[in-house]
């Protein structure tokens, strides 16, 4: 049983680009299971010819450190950027002041650079590639007892919901390195998230147009990564993105839902993904997906209840097969005061009636009369 407050996995955004040290930006991930690994492993020689039938240690050989392994999380609109950077490597950021920040993933067309620089990939589908983005994870038991996974690269991503769940993501990273540290960086729970995951109760989707009770919705984002080893190193020098490929399925009710809505679609197997899942105005997770492909399937008598589709997404006329938009909340300490103009206050500066620098107590602001007793 896990100790409250000691063992978690929090996720950093790599400092000083794919081959530098340190990392910044906490987040605490709410975790359901994770099987990260150091990736190491050893083997026998078993062509050494020897003077007794007992081996000994140069009869071993260490094959090359490939950390990698996988994470379930329910995300939270925080916690879920560093993951979304570090498989999308592409994204574009828009600010709304009270409205906070909205971030516009797409995949990456071009080929990213892993020379180490932190110029990342921003804009729009097909511009300039940047620089890896690379995420660290600790696995924390307790302050002194740390594994720390290093220069990760998000894989493959799925998002998966049912009907009367929550949103649940599963990610599978690599790494470049892994191994123990003796401490984490100060954990004071600022950078655990105060915002709730995403409910099935608050999503909406349209398929082909048409707003439609799905039953369930999976969603597999696959780079398809190659490692590249070289002479000299004891770990992945670095990754090569293969094809992309973005696949998945829905289940419906098909002769009243199905049969009603996807028609036309599913005999031209082209049409749109679109859905929502809404906390606020500025608290929504969205995805597009405008060029699916419906898979070609039959829907037999005995199963026409919960009958899944099977669907993969393209890029067409230089749109990217998927857009996933993430809006995030501003937090209080960023809040603006109401006659502070551009100045960022804090907190308790923002309950301040006058804005002013000196702090009220309660007793003050409830005395109307004050100035004339």
Known sequence: MSEVGKQRLVVYRSA????????????????????????????????????????????????????????SFLP?????THVLNSHFQKVNN???????????????????????????????FGEPAGDAFSVEFLRV??????IAFNHGVCDKLALKVNANGVLNVVADYKFKTAGTITSTPAWDGEDQSNLSPYSSFNGTFSVAGNSIPLESL????????????????ETR??????????????SLDFPDDGLSFLT?????????IEGTFYNASNDFLAITMNNVVYKPNDTKLNNVRNHTVPFESFTN?????????????????????????????TLSQYFQYDAGTVARTLSEYRVYDRDLE
Not at 41 to 58: F, P, Q
Not at 218 to 233: P, Q
């Open 94 to 124: 828009e600010t709304f002041d009270l409205d906070g920040d909205q971030f516009k993933y797409v995949p990456e067309k071009g080929r990213i650079s892993w020379a180490g620089g932190m110029d990342y990939g921003e804009g729009g």
């Open 76 to 80: 939270t609109p925080e916690s879920f």
């Open 141 to 146: 038991y307790d302050d002194s007892q740390v």
């Open 264 to 272: 036309d679609a599913l005999e031209t197997n082209v049409g749109t």
């Open 218 to 233: 999976n969603i597999e984002s696959k780079n398809n990564m190659l490692e590249k080893m070289t002479i000299g190193r």
């Open 16 to 71: 000083n680009g794919w081959r530098g040290a340190g990392s910044t930006t906490p987040q605490h991930l709410l975790l359901k299971s994770d099987s990260l690994g150091y990736g190491v492993a050893y083997r026998k020689n078993e062509n050494l010819i020897t003077d007794n039938r007992v081996r000994g240690t140069e009869a071993i050989l260490l094959d090359p450190q490939k950390p990698e392994g996988q994470i």
């Open 317 to 345: 006329n230089d749109t990217s097969p998927i857009i996933i938009t993430l809006r995030i909340p501003p937090t209080p300490s960023t809040l603006y005061n109401l006659d502070a103009g551009t100045v960022s206050r």
């Open 237 to 250: 020098d670095s990754f090569a993105f293969g094809d992309y490929e973005v696949t998945g399925d829905f």
